[in-house]
């Protein structure tokens, strides 16, 4: 069982940057493909950004593209989403999610393991 423990939210205005980072209880980690989604209030879960287990393999949703910057240190059992240019959209709770497979994936049902969630907030 992977437990997954996301931190870094909090409460920032428009055009203000977070970090959040997602630490993993396996070193196991090393192997899977990560993710990050969000949600926002009264709505459905949806995906932001992905990395294969090395890294190299990254994908974003449209709406956080050049915004938004999905990294990994293995070695530390983390992951990170650096939040750039943050909207009042960007408010939402966000989850970090590991999948038992290499590859990256924008689908949720891929993906087994998830943290609590952290509360992201922008004002305006």
């Known amino acids: 069982q992977v437990q997954l423990i996301e931190s870094g939210g909090g409460l920032v205005q428009a055009g203000g940057s977070l970090r959040l980072s997602c630490a993993a209880s396996?070193?196991?980690?090393?192997?899977?493909?990560m993710g990050w989604f969000r949600q926002a209030p009264g709505k459905e879960r949806e995906f932001v950004a992905t990395?294969?287990?090395?890294?190299?393999?990254?994908l974003y949703a449209d709406s956080v593209k050049g915004r938004f910057t999905i990294s990994r240190d293995n070695a530390k059992s983390t992951v990170y989403l650096q939040m750039n240019s943050l909207k009042p959209e960007d408010t939402a709770v966000y989850y970090c999610?590991?999948?038992?497979?290499?590859?990256?994936?924008?689908?949720?049902?891929?993906?087994?393991?998830w943290g609590q969630g952290t509360q992201v907030t922008v004002s305006s």
């Open positions: 990395s294969s287990w090395d890294g190299a393999g990254t």
């Open positions: 396996e070193r196991t980690f090393s192997y899977y493909a």
């Open positions: 999610a590991a999948r038992t497979a290499a590859y990256r994936s924008s689908l949720q049902t891929d993906y087994t393991y």
